[in-house]
């Protein structure tokens, strides 16, 4: 295992995320603890063991990296670049391509995993009643109108990109879906409880789309089924980082 790897995009998020949040994203890599092909037993047992300790210290982090790496690179280059794989910007433009999202050259990290968000977001209303889409769009003040749904999503969409509440909250919603269906547990909402029960009652149709996404596009690939996970998990660790605590508890 290679623990020296750093990731400008990525290391630092580790450094300062919750354990609870991290602790997710280990259960992604690991196949909630039970291990994968690809992964070394001593490994599996540093992250297992950082995910049910108190924090993660430094060397289950660089592991963290050095995984996450390893499954978003293809498994050739890896050996040509001495199994160190590929960075996480390039996992995340390899999960944008994949997901038929567009991002314009230049895009900074956190808008292109909030644009794989939306492309999330947007396959689970394909699953949604209309009152359930009436009461999604409600929770960014805005109203559903099936007569224009792609004008409604593109509104929604305008409106994370300024940044904000809307992109964490954004970012809240599907995490949590996801974490809930490959987990089995959501992740820490925070303290107002009505905000709360709000986004968990979305899981399941957000986690609905999960199914739909790995049949539209594909993802039998088990480095895809690595990948857009961990990207969704640290697309909302982003965000939490850069929204300030005190607006998260106001929501």
Known sequence: MNTSLQDADLSPLLRTGDQDD????????????????????????????????????????????????????????NMLRGGKGVSYREIVRDVADHLDVDCPNGQDIAGIESAILLQVVAKSLEKMSDDEKQRFFAQFSMVYDGAIAG???????????????????????AA?????????????????AAFARGIGAFAGPIGWALTAIWTAYDLASPAYRVTV?????IAYMRQKNMFPRLQRDAL
Do not use: W
């Open 22 to 77: 991290i602790a997710i994203l280990i259960d992604f890599l690991t196949d909630n603890g039970k291990g994968r092909i690809s992964m070394g037993r001593d490994v599996r047992a540093l992250l297992v063991t950082a995910r049910d300790a108190a924090a993660v210290g430094h060397a289950a982090q660089d592991a963290i990296v050095s995984e996450l790496q390893r499954f978003g690179g293809n498994s050739l280059l």
């Open 151 to 173: 004008a409604t999503l593109a509104a929604l969409a305008r409106l994370v990109a300024g940044g904000g509440v809307a992109s964490y909250q954004l970012a809240l919603v």
């Open 176 to 192: 949590n879906a996801v974490a809930r269906a490959l987990a089995g547990r959501g992740v820490t909402l925070g303290a107002n």
């Open 229 to 233: 996970p961990c990207v969704v998990q």
